[in-house]
């Protein structure tokens, strides 16, 4: 019989009873996973102009792209499991009907690298270690490790029609982008000039050179909001051009329209765009997010940005001035 | 020494995590069990948690406000498992067969109701009164802000 009926007392009494030990197991758990789980940078320090210590390469749990520029044919062992690719020319929206047919084999890596896998779109993608070339030039292999509900398409990945990551080289920048005319191509091409151009079609919300730490080469970024364009529909609507897509003939059998635009489709995003200069060609990593991006999608987000990295044998070269 | 510890994680060590873990897993357990009121689910919270913020330990800003910290990841967590139960719950209650030891002060009959009453708060009523029973020694105006802050 209790000695007294306050319920406070009670309620206190039910809540502090139950189990108050955590199992050795779970310690032992939690151990194990943590050496397998890569921590995420601060990413306050990334956008802030410069890290104060060198970074480590950080996984953040959920996504690394690693554009990898590699002297040997990304294609060797290409078909793992004996199947063949093809790549149609699909809609470059992710949220365009996907064709059947529309099937993009990753290449496997030309490392060892036990992560990656086989990288099919479109799809829902497993979690894992991919290794791909989105069909662009076979020495370009964009790595990336995803966990928590990504799609593939043929030029990235997305979550939720939400957030999408798209991955490619920029040929050109448009002087219009519903009427796709392009802006002057220097010779001397390079991320400043790519960062100066847009700003002339674009309001650049932000932009600047992004560090130099852990592996990272010099680059810029851009930040930047998309409405949906009133003289064309969104999937005319375009920013760049990109190289033709080269897949050997007995990979693909079409490729997709050489242009980036709008990636979620005809509604305002938000983009965030990385560039990074290697042997002549501006290489690009671009975050796309809506207003319907939920705090998860965006902690994805975050997480790319904090693993982003871009390794080549080639030598580095400085970015031009920012143009924004 | 904890601080000394978040601060060893913070720069990547994971002995120091593991010392850290060790020292704040009980009593993430038992919070994690008083929001839950299940110890299987409970334990996979806390593990989850535990991993979360080692992923994410590097962007915590004051290494002093770690266990906070951990708790805010520990009930985002519970947010998340209880809306999963939720999208399978039937309306058959499993009954832990186990012997319930005399209580000075909850009899079965208070226990039982009790135990119904809870259940039928929403996860994040019932983070808050965890959070109102419990003192953490942290310098919040309320648990509702903090469950505030924990984007719920």
């Known amino acids: 019989m209790t000695s007294t009926r306050d319920p406070d007392r009670l309620i206190a009494a039910y809540l502090q009873s139950g189990p108050t030990e955590l199992a050795r197991d779970s310690y032992v758990a939690v151990d194990v996973a943590i050496r397998r789980t890569r921590q995420r940078a601060d990413r306050r320090a990334w956008l802030g102009g410069g890290l104060t210590s060198p970074s480590r390469a950080a996984f953040a749990g959920v996504a690394i792209v690693v554009a990898t520029l590699v002297g040997v044919s990304v294609f060797r062992g290409f078909e793992p499991n004996g199947t063949t690719v093809s790549l149609t020319s699909a809609s470059l929206s992710v949220s365009g009907s996907p064709s059947a047919s529309a099937s993009s084999l990753a290449v496997a890596t030309p490392t060892d690298d036990p992560l990656a896998r086989v990288y099919r779109w479109p799809g829902n993608v497993q979690d894992g270690g991919y290794a791909t070339s989105f069909g662009w030039d076979p020495r370009f292999v964009f790595q990336f490790f995803l966990e928590n509900d990504w799609t593939g398409s043929d030029r990235g990945i997305s979550r939720n029609n939400a957030i999408s ?160 | 020494m904890q601080r000394a510890l978040v601060d060893q994680a913070r720069a990547g060590s994971d002995e120091a995590f593991d010392a850290l873990a060790r020292m704040v897993g009980d009593r993430c357990l038992a919070i994690a069990y008083r929001i839950l009121r299940d110890a299987d689910l409970a334990d996979e919270v806390v593990q989850a948690a ?54 000075d002060i909850l009899s079965v009959d208070d226990r039982d109701q009790l135990d119904r009453a809870f259940r039928r708060l929403t996860v994040e009523h019932r983070a808050v009164l965890v959070f109102r029973t419990t003192s953490t020694g942290r310098s919040l105006r309320s648990p509702c802000e903090w469950v505030h802050r924990s984007g719920r």
């Open chain 2, 50 to 103: 535990l991993i979360a913020a080692w992923r994410d330990v590097a962007t915590l800003r004051d290494p002093d406000l770690f266990e906070p910290w951990l708790h805010r990841i520990l009930t985002r967590q519970c947010y998340a498992v209880a809306r999963q139960q939720r999208r399978w719950s039937t309306d058959v209650r499993l009954v832990a067969i186990k012997p319930i030891e005399p209580d």
């Open chain 1, 165 to 324: 990551v798209s991955f490619f080289p920029i040929d050109a920048v448009v002087a219009d982008p519903c009427a796709r005319t392009l802006a002057p191509h220097p010779s001397s091409w390079s991320s400043g000039v790519v960062v100066a151009e847009l700003g002339k079609v674009v309001t650049l919300e932000r932009s600047g050179r992004h560090p130099v730490a852990g592996g990272r080469l010099p680059g810029l970024f851009a930040e930047f909001t998309l409405r949906p364009p009133t003289s064309c529909s969104a999937s005319q609507f375009a920013l760049f051009r990109t190289p033709e897509p080269r897949c050997p003939p007995d990979v693909c059998s079409a490729v997709s329209p050489p242009w980036m635009g709008m990636d979620l489709g005809g509604v305002a995003t938000h983009d965030q765009l990385w560039l990074n200069d290697v042997d002549g060609q501006v290489i690009a990593m671009n975050l796309e997010w809506t207003d319907q991006a939920t705090a998860d999608d965006l902690a994805e987000r975050d997480a790319i940005l904090d693993s982003y990295r871009l390794l080549t044998p080639f030598d580095s070269s400085s970015p031009s001035p920012s143009g924004g």
